[in-house]
């Protein structure tokens, strides 16, 4: 476990066969062919997309996109922040550490991280530090995100 590293995805076919093989095993609503193909298409240059290897399988990834101060809805004082996506890790590798590895390789920026958890992964996100955001109707359109707070960070109150 000690020498298992996050790696950048690459925006190639490779990585959309890799992609497949989650949805065949993982979870089909967090899916990111869909995403990695209009990636591919639009042949975005830098690649959202981070992930774990076991030998020569991708065994945990997630999408991990920067947002500017100037979006920022959820920060005190505004903040560039990152976004977490669709963090899934294969079924027989769950329990091991690996989404731990990608969360801590996402707050290693020490920037404020927002994230929209599938059900039941509560418990998760709050072992990892994240709290639930003070819920805002026209802010959060439905979705309860849950935050993740560096020192001198709080979250922001809309009245």
């Known amino acids: 476990m000690n ?3 996050v790696e950048r995805l690459l925006i190639n076919y490779k990585t959309l066969e890799e992609f497949k093989r989650f949805k065949e095993y993982g979870n089909q609503e967090l899916s990111m ?9 639009e042949n975005d240059s830098e690649s959202p997309f981070y992930g774990i290897y076991y ?17 920022d809805q959820y920060f005190e004082p505004s903040h560039d922040y990152l976004e977490l996506w669709k963090l899934e890790v294969l079924p027989h590798y ?10 801590d390789f996402a707050k290693q920026d020490n920037l404020p991280i927002k994230t929209n958890p ?3 992964s ?17 802010r959060d359109f ?11 960070v709080n979250e922001r109150i809309i009245n």
Request: net charge positive; hydrophobic share 35%; no cysteine.
């Open 55 to 71: 030998g020569d399988t991708l065994i945990a990834r997630m999408s991990l996109y920067k947002v500017d101060k100037k979006y």
């Open 3 to 5: 020498d298992v590293r």
């Open 142 to 152: 439905g979705q309860n995100p849950l935050l993740w707070l560096p020192e001198g």
């Open 122 to 138: 509560h418990g998760f996100w709050e072992k990892m530090g994240f709290q639930k955001a003070k819920y805002e109707m026209e």
């Open 118 to 120: 599938r059900v039941n």
């Open 33 to 41: 062919l869909e995403d990695l193909q209009s990636n591919i298409v």
């Open 94 to 103: 769950q329990g091991k550490g690996f989404g731990k590895k990608l969360v």
